[in-house]
């Protein structure tokens, strides 16, 4: 976790009351209180940045791209390969062909598993997930061992919410295909070692897909130090829009998938005898792509950018220290993920309250967290409990909203005595 504490940027130097500012929907009132948005793992806020750059290209921009020779076409093909282009050096991918525009994480991962996963496995192959996946690094690969007979298999991890390293090594054998992990845990907040995993599959002849969603808005990630062959993101969650993701995957890998989707844009030539395919990216952006979303993405790494991913991972870190410390002496609270080295996100459960109702009593006081299994069933099935209540951090988070997240857990408590 070291990497993310950098030696130039103090937290400090990190005024988060100026950076609430760039979020203009902070500034509300809910049912009379000041808004308290601990929501971020599901969707984080949009800066004005974004929300400028995406009515900037309506505006001024708006045309479809690739096809045209027009003027508008021209340049809005410029600004949606631009926004590739930061994409590229946000990852640190060598070649901005490696970045595939998506929806979203989901998308990323169903295209590798219905492109790469049915054209390398065989009944008997493996996928090797953990047990800490959110659904969408989950059912996908169901889908296909359904669809090709391999066999899924899930690494366990510890009580702490840690990945069990060694029961992951024993676990990649000579028929895994493929080892499909997330970065960080959208329940557990655990940061998983990446870099080793990719050392212990590629040992063995796996692929490793990273499931990014919840790593990207937190810490650096360089895909190409990660050594991993395929990374998954979804804009919405990094401060970008929603409907925009990223599929990261290594070229050779990319040049011999076949297509997902069949349609205009992703063709070089087309005959009633004969198709053929464009290289990727555009082999794997078949139709109008989300070009006002891509522009938003390439705004928000601007301003993740200008930001400082390391001032923001200093910053969250201390709100998380603040607020695990807080939390544990709730009475009747338990954390659920206290793995080391963890990323923002704080799920919990209170004695003999349904989560539900902690969500619902906090609303009412303009408090904003997730409750529910969080897309993660089999992992509340893990920690015995059918659901959680969740608050997440982002980089416009303060330790007063940690304070009015411990006041409105007082009062619900109050309300169940
Ligand atoms: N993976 C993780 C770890 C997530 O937290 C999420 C969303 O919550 C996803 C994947 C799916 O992302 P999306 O719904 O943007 O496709």
Redesign the pocket.
């Known amino acids: 976790m070291s990497a993310l504490h950098s030696e130039h940027l103090t937290p400090a130097a990190y005024e988060v009351a100026r950076v609430r500012q760039a979020f203009p929907i902070l500034a509300q009132r809910i049912y009379g209180k000041p808004l308290v948005y601990l929501d971020s ?2 969707t984080s806020q949009k800066p004005q940045a974004v929300i400028e750059a995406m009515s900037r290209f309506f505006l001024e921009e708006n045309a479809n791209v690739h096809r045209g020779v027009h003027y508008l076409a021209e340049r809005a093909t410029q600004a949606y390969e631009q926004a590739r282009a930061k994409v590229r050096h946000f990852l640190n991918a060598e070649q901005a062909e490696e970045i595939v525009f998506v ?5 990323a991962v169903n295209l590798v598993a219905q492109t790469y996963g049915k054209s390398q496995l065989q009944a008997g192959d493996e996928v090797l997930i953990s047990a800490m996946e ?1 659904h ?2 989950l059912v996908p690969w169901q889908m296909l061992c359904e669809q090709t007979g391999a066999r899924l298999r899930v690494a366990p991890i510890d009580d702490v919410g840690t990945l069990r390293l060694d029961e992951l090594e024993r676990l990649i054998g000579p028929r895994t295909k493929l080892v499909a992990v ?1 970065h ?3 329940v557990l907040g655990t940061l998983n070692p990446i870099r080793r995993i990719v050392e212990l599959a590629h040992a063995r002849g796996a692929a490793v897909l990273v ?1 990014g ?2 790593a990207v808005p937190h810490l650096r990630v360089d895909v190409r130090a990660l050594g991993c062959d395929f990374y998954a993101l ?1 804009g ?2 990094m401060y970008g829009p929603t409907g925009i ?1 990223v599929l990261y995957g290594r070229r050779e890998l990319l040049e011999a998938m076949p297509p997902y989707q069949g349609g205009g844009d992703m063709i070089l030539s087309v005959s009633f005898a004969k198709t053929l395919y464009a290289k990727p990216p555009q082999r794997f952006e078949a139709g109008t792509p989300n070009m006002a979303g891509a522009i938003g993405l390439g705004a928000a790494i601007d301003f993740l950018g200008e930001l400082g991913l390391e001032a923001i991972a200093a910053h969250e870190q201390d709100v998380l220290a603040y607020a695990q410390q807080a939390l544990a002496a709730v009475p009747g609270l338990r954390l659920i993920g206290t793995a080391q080295g963890k990323v923002g996100v704080l799920s919990f459960v209170l004695e003999g309250i349904h989560p539900h109702d902690i969500g619902t009593i906090l609303d009412r006081e303009g408090i904003a967290i997730r409750t529910g299994h969080h ?1 993660a069933q089999p992992l509340m099935q893990r920690f015995g409990v059918a659901a959680t209540a969740r608050a997440s951090l982002g980089c416009y988070s303060s330790v007063q909203d940690i304070d009015a997240l411990l006041a409105g857990l007082a009062r619900v408590r109050e309300l169940f005595k």
């Open positions: 793992a599901a929806r979203g994480t989901t998308e959110h969408s690094n997330s960080v845990s959208n499931d969603a919840q979804s919405h969650k993701g897309c």
